[in-house]
């Protein structure tokens, strides 16, 4: 049987007494730089992930609302872009109950959406004002491909009287006519990495 004190042996003794002394000046400058480069793979990771993540993005970046001036500019912007880009189209006419608060509110989207093409064009520019009367204005239109994915004519009926940019991105959402939110930018904004960011 082994009794239940132990015994130290003279290694383990030495062993342990290399662990309890004080370190040395080039030690603590070892173990100082070991934080100073992991410090650097931080920096280098936060670096290598926006990389990737704008390679990632695909496509034009808009982030504003395009003025559109006439038929021939509407069409374009529909016809010219790329397949895989979804175009939001507001009709509008000035002074038409709901038609200032749909252009701010996609403003503020277009801001938030960048892989989105957000454009408005006066209803009497299009070429089409017969179609587009101050009854159904204001009108939301949007395409993908060249294609008409919805219709929205008098959209403002769809909101309560004041309506906000949170208010249609909900709309839009229930259709599936948004993409997902854009990825925030990575680290905590003063160009440090909290542990989270890295794991």
């Avoid at 070429?127 to 403002?156: C, M, Q």
Wanted: proline share 3%.
């Amino acid at each position: 049987m082994s009794s239940p004190h132990r015994s130290f042996s003279k290694d383990d003794k030495d062993t342990r007494q290399r662990f309890c002394r004080k370190m040395s000046m080039q030690e603590y400058e070892l173990i100082h730089d070991e934080q100073e480069d992991e410090s650097c793979l931080q920096k280098y990771r936060k670096r290598c992930m926006q990389d990737m993540h704008q390679r990632l993005s695909f496509g034009p970046k808009y982030g504003y609302m395009c003025e559109l001036q006439n038929g021939e500019q509407f069409l374009e912007a529909i016809e010219k872009e790329r397949k895989t880009t979804t175009i939001i189209v507001h009709i509008y006419e000035d002074g038409i109950k709901g038609c200032d608060a749909l252009n701010n509110s996609l403003t503020c989207l277009a801001a938030e959406y960048t892989t989105v093409k957000f454009c408005k064009i006066k209803a009497s520019n299009t070429g089409a004002g017969d179609r587009f009367s101050n009854e159904v204005l204001p009108t939301l239109l949007v395409y993908k491909g060249g294609e008409l994915l919805s219709n929205f004519i008098s959209i403002s009926e769809q909101f309560n009287e004041e309506f906000f940019a949170a208010d249609v991105e909900s709309f839009l959402n229930e259709y599936g006519l948004l993409p997902e939110r854009e990825l925030p930018a990575l680290g905590n904004g003063n160009g440090n990495m909290d542990e989270q960011d890295v794991e």
